[in-house]
C-alpha cells in the first residue's frame, strides 16, 4: 500500500500560478508512476497528468498542455504539479495517484491521496 499526502492547494486569481506536491510513502517500490487527477463539482474525475520515476516522457490531458508541468524528485518520493495561466475552469480537488503504470494510472486503477482544493477566481 502506498500513502499519498497531496498539499499546495489554496485560492488563487484567474492568470495566477500555483504549485500542488505530493509526497509518497510506504511501498513506493510499487508506483512506478505517479500522477495527478481532478474533479470539480457535478464532474467526474478526469486524469490531469503522469510521470514515469524511471524516466520518458510525460502524459497530460489535452485541457492542460502547455500550462501544467509534472516533475517528480525520486530522493523524495515527491511529485509535483507546476500549475500556471489557471482559469476558473481548472477549480477542482485535485488528487494525487500512484499505480504500476502509466496506462493503469490513466485508468484510475492506482492508490489515491485524499486530495487538494484548487479555486480560481475570475
Known amino acids: 500500500q502506498v500513502q499519498l499526502v497531496e498539499s499546495g492547494g489554496g485560492l488563487v486569481q484567474a492568470g495566477d500560478s500555483l504549485m500542488l506536491s505530493c509526497a509518497a510513502s510506504?511501498?513506493?517500490?510499487?508506483?512506478?508512476?505517479m500522477g495527478w487527477f481532478r474533479q470539480a463539482p457535478g464532474k467526474e474525475r478526469e486524469f490531469v497528468a503522469a510521470i514515469r520515476w524511471s524516466g520518458g516522457p510525460t502524459a497530460y490531458a489535452d485541457s492542460v498542455k502547455g500550462r501544467f508541468t509534472i516533475s517528480g524528485d525520486n530522493s523524495k518520493n515527491t511529485v509535483y504539479l507546476q500549475m500556471g495561466s489557471l482559469t476558473p475552469e481548472d477549480t477542482a480537488v485535485y488528487y494525487c495517484?500512484?499505480?504500476?503504470?502509466?496506462?493503469?494510472?490513466?485508468?484510475?486503477?492506482?492508490?489515491w491521496g485524499q486530495g487538494t482544493q484548487v479555486t480560481v477566481s475570475s
Open positions: 510506504g511501498r513506493t517500490f510499487s508506483s512506478a508512476a
Open positions: 495517484t500512484a499505480a504500476g503504470t502509466v496506462p493503469a494510472l490513466q485508468r484510475g486503477w492506482g492508490s
